[in-house]
T-cell receptor, first 113, second 115 residues
């Protein structure tokens, strides 16, 4: 079946630094990638939708200059959290949709100290 | 505004009995519904889905029921097993144009199946 590989699974960074999260589709072409964020005991909240080769569409309230999304190829989408702050600490998950339905990455636990 | 609601944050069931997880939605444009299972620090795993043209879909121990008039769906797991213990998310998609594939999630229900 379709697999989305997400890295890193866990990252701790200092406040003010940037962190890049990668999602790769291993055996299919992901023309669309969704990026979600989940805070403890909350639902997965959609942050943005990225389409290969075009600018990402951000949900209301999500800062596009802070959460940079790049989807330069059909197999790789990246989310960069710039100038991270402790309140950005969360669980970030990518998801693609294709012929086999939605496929989720394994998630990245970001802790900003 | 929570468009997909899972009002029970947790549910505890005895092994072998039925688990019933409930989900309500408010957006009448939703036409596709999914249930996911999630373990801590992992991505969601797809369980079962249902289109709005159906009112029931069954896959092994999992059955999803959809009541469109009540905007309500439920996931039945029978018999429940300890390995089913996880957080279950209800999700919905639908609407017009490019937003069709966006999923809106509920907050999840933590299911605990006791041996």
């Amino acid at each position: 079946g379709a697999v989305v590989s997400q890295h890193p699974s866990r990252v701790i960074c200092k406040s003010g630094t940037s962190v890049k999260i990668e999602c790769r589709s291993l055996d299919f072409q992901a023309t669309t990638m969704f990026w979600y964020r989940q805070f403890p005991k909350q639902s997965l909240m959609l942050m943005a939708t990225s389409n290969e080769g075009s600018k990402a569409t951000y949900e209301q309230g999500v800062e596009k200059d802070k959460f940079l999304i790049n989807h330069a190829s059909l197999t790789l989408s990246t989310l960069t959290v710039t100038s991270a702050h402790p309140e950005d600490s969360s669980f970030y998950i990518c998801s693609s949709v294709g012929r086999v339905g939605y496929t989720f990455g394994s998630g990245t636990r970001l802790t900003v100290v | 505004d929570q468009q997909v609601k899972q009002n029970s944050p947790s549910l505890s069931v005895q092994e072998g009995r039925i688990s019933i997880l409930n989900c309500d939605y408010t957006n009448s444009m939703f036409d596709y519904f999914l249930w996911y299972k999630k373990y801590p620090a992992e991505g969601p795993t797809f369980l079962i889905s249902i289109s709005s043209i159906k009112d029931k879909n069954e896959d092994g121990r999992f059955t999803v029921f959809l009541n469109k008039s009540a905007k309500h769906l439920s996931l039945h797991i029978v018999p429940s097993q300890p390995g089913d213990s996880a957080v279950y998310f209800c999700a919905a998609s639908g609407g017009s144009g490019g937003s069709n594939y966006k999923l809106t999630f509920g907050k999840g229900t933590l299911l605990t199946v006791n041996p």
